[in-house]
DNA sequence: TACAGTCCGTGGACGCCATCGACCTCGCCC
DNA sequence: GGGCGAGGTCGATGGCGTCCACGGACTGTA
């Protein structure tokens, strides 16, 4: 993990489709080795995916709420951790220090749809309470923060 | 954005660096059919980039937390937006309704940096109050949901 | 019905890219 | 000094990206 691997997963960060070629002119290294440096980035476990980022209301999710989840005292948090994986609107999932164990950041497209998932989270065994949050709108997300020493 | 953009959209949010020839297989069209098709998306706003999603712990960014601001009564929000707009470590903001007027999900190495920034975002104008909750372990973040009818 | 225009696709062509293997160079250890 | 491993370059080849010309379906108009 150099400067050269910094490098690359700042690019890749930015965009992920740059082919190897053009990796590899802006690192000043040949084609196969960008190849196999970011081939072992991401067998090494440093890059996770690669994944297009969409404006979620394009595509029908224009309702966004962070959700804090009390536990009850005595539930299995395994067993909560497994239900909510199961719940697909639930986009991010945080364990929390604080009274609330969890913080889910969950996407729907309607608040009648936002009214069943809080429903369904209230009802899932280990859940005491939620607290729900709507965002009125999202102002950026995941914006990736450069960690090379800047590109020259 | 018919059936055939959803799956595309759906795909490459699995896997942004699949190629053309790839996702023409997948979607039963040819290639240019594709490359034209995920050219409308992009410049038509529903694909907004595409990035390599990284383990924060291997690039040295192992603290996660989110803050809650509460604004100053008479504050420009649009300024405060632009001072946290400046600001690295805000990966995230969401604005919110409310007492807390925006939520920011921040990224930083270690538990001093995590400081420093809580008393920067303290002291900028506009600010009266934060709240800050640490994220102990992120359990998954930014899983996309399939909105595709179920790519068969 | 006939016609023109538009949209959206296909197939072919061509140059660039991904990827593999052979080889080279440097630093390290015996 | 000599052997070894890590990590690089170079060259070749097959597949891919991308441009272009062409064609069928649908729509509105006469």
């Known amino acids: ?22 990796l590899a002119r802006q690192v000043g290294l040949s084609a196969p080795a960008v190849h196999e440096r970011v081939g072992k980035l991401e067998s090494g476990g440093v890059i996770r995916a690669y994944r297009a980022e969409v404006e979620p209301e394009t595509i029908g999710l224009g ?41 889910l950041k969950a996407r729907v497209g309607t608040i009648a ?7 369904r989270l209230n009802r899932t065994p280990g859940v005491a309470s939620t607290r ?17 020493p800047t590109s020259s």
């Open 132 to 148: 729900t949050s709507i965002a009125l709108s999202t102002k950026w997300e995941n914006r990736p923060q450069a960690v090379a």
């Open 1 to 22: 993990m150099d400067a050269i691997d910094l490098a690359l997963v700042d690019l890749l960060r930015g965009n992920a489709r740059l082919s190897y070629a053009e």
């Open 63 to 103: 309702v966004t709420a962070l959700i804090g989840i009390v536990e009850d005292s005595g539930a299995d948090t395994d067993d909560v951790l497994e239900a909510f994986r199961g719940i697909p609107e639930i986009e991010s999932c945080y364990f929390m220090a604080g009274v609330e164990s969890f913080l």
């Open 113 to 119: 749809e936002l009214e069943q998932l809080i429903v």
